[in-house]
């Protein structure tokens, strides 16, 4: 059977959110002895968490951090302030548990997963998850990055991870990704899918200089040029001038989706994935939920074109699924609140009404 067929037929058995669970936890919540909707964003994410789960009192479920690892030919381009080495390196300093996610992933008890989708060599640590489609991308500014067949491999692994992760008992999936050079390509990605200049989609990524900043905007002008993608079609675009991390975390959205738990976007490489994904499968969306707002230009853009809001703006842009991590203080401070505050009439308030 072709790749394709097979991702259509997966992206096909993804069911809508529970209505009557979201409604009921709605319901619950203006129970609460407290200002109707005082709690903003706060309330709305124990409402997706119960559409997502179809029960009104959701739990905080067993999370993973799965961190897509995978290295760009474009870094031939001089695009990036570190060699590609520093790919793997972080991918096993992750399998130690030593890295920056690791180390806030441990507050809450999550599971960070590194998996190598597309390193330039196999990674070392027993933690690590290989699964190389190919060993690094081509340079995208001579030609696509990889073939149809490879971007579809690349989401199939993503959906295949996760299904694993699932039947191990993970219920809550963060993206992360990990690649020198995947801010140019997904800044090549986004201005393509959007239509937008280059030079607004582009940012410093890991502290690029101001002439470092020149050749990636002129690398990624280089490489739409030469490639043409197609903005209709997200796995040309894809395979032309993205990258493999960004091809695990389509597959990521979609396996979620699949197995009806939440997936949370982490900053920009992150939500250029969450909105291919949306294109290849709609109804996946409705599993993602926005962390923070990263500080590349292009993050608030994207957000904006997916439709949706991100409760943390702290200036992030680390990625390794870090924002995303963040979210998970966030979701304990709303389900206390959710669990434990009494209602109007046990708190002897008198209670609130809508009002026109």
């Given at each position: 059977m072709e790749l394709e067929t097979i991702i259509r037929e997966i992206t096909e058995k993804i069911e809508p959110l529970d209505d009557k669970a979201m409604a009921d936890a709605w319901k619950y919540w203006d129970s609460l002895c407290k200002p109707l909707r005082g709690m903003g964003m706060l309330e709305e994410m124990v409402v997706h968490l119960a559409g997502v789960y179809g029960n009104y009192r959701p739990k905080l479920e067993k999370s993973a951090v799965v961190v897509m690892g995978a290295d760009n030919g474009v870094v031939a381009e001089g695009v990036t302030q570190t060699g590609s080495e520093v790919t793997a390196q972080v991918l096993e300093n992750m399998g130690e548990r030593k890295s920056s996610v690791c180390i806030m992933a441990g507050l809450h008890g999550a599971e960070v997963v590194?998996?190598?989708?597309?390193?330039?060599?196999?990674?070392?640590?027993?933690?690590?998850?290989?699964?190389?489609?190919?060993?690094?991308?081509?340079?995208?500014?001579?030609?696509?990055?990889m073939t149809r067949e490879e971007a579809l491999r690349g989401i199939l692994t993503g959906i295949e991870v996760v299904k694993e992760l699932y039947q191990q008992g993970y219920r809550l999936f963060i993206t992360g990704e990990m690649g020198i050079g995947n801010t140019t390509t997904s800044s090549a990605c986004a201005s393509v899918l959007l239509h937008q200049p280059v030079e607004t989609m582009t940012g410093r990524g890991a502290g690029l200089s101001s002439e470092g900043l020149k050749r990636k905007i002129a690398a990624i002008h280089k490489a739409i040029e030469i490639n043409k993608p197609d903005a209709g079609d997200a796995i040309d675009v894809l395979c032309k001038v993205g990258g493999l991390d960004i091809a695990g975390m389509i597959g990521v959205y979609i396996g979620g989706a699949c197995c009806r738990t939440p997936v949370i976007i982490d900053g920009f490489i992150s939500s250029v994935a969450a909105y291919m994904a949306a294109m290849i499968a709609p109804g996946a969306k409705e599993y993602m939920v926005a962390a923070h707002c990263s500080a590349e230009p292009a993050g608030q853009v994207m957000l904006e074109a997916l439709g949706k809001k991100a409760p943390i703006h702290a200036g992030m842009r680390l990625g390794e699924g870090t924002g995303g991590v963040a979210l998970l203080s966030l979701y304990q401070y709303a389900l206390a609140i959710y669990d434990n505050m009494p209602s109007f009439a046990q708190g002897n308030v008198e209670e609130y009404t809508h009002q026109k």
């Open positions: 590194p998996v190598n989708i597309g390193m330039l060599v196999d990674g070392k640590h027993p933690r690590i998850i290989n699964r190389p489609v190919k060993y690094g991308t081509d340079n995208m500014t001579k030609g696509p990055a």
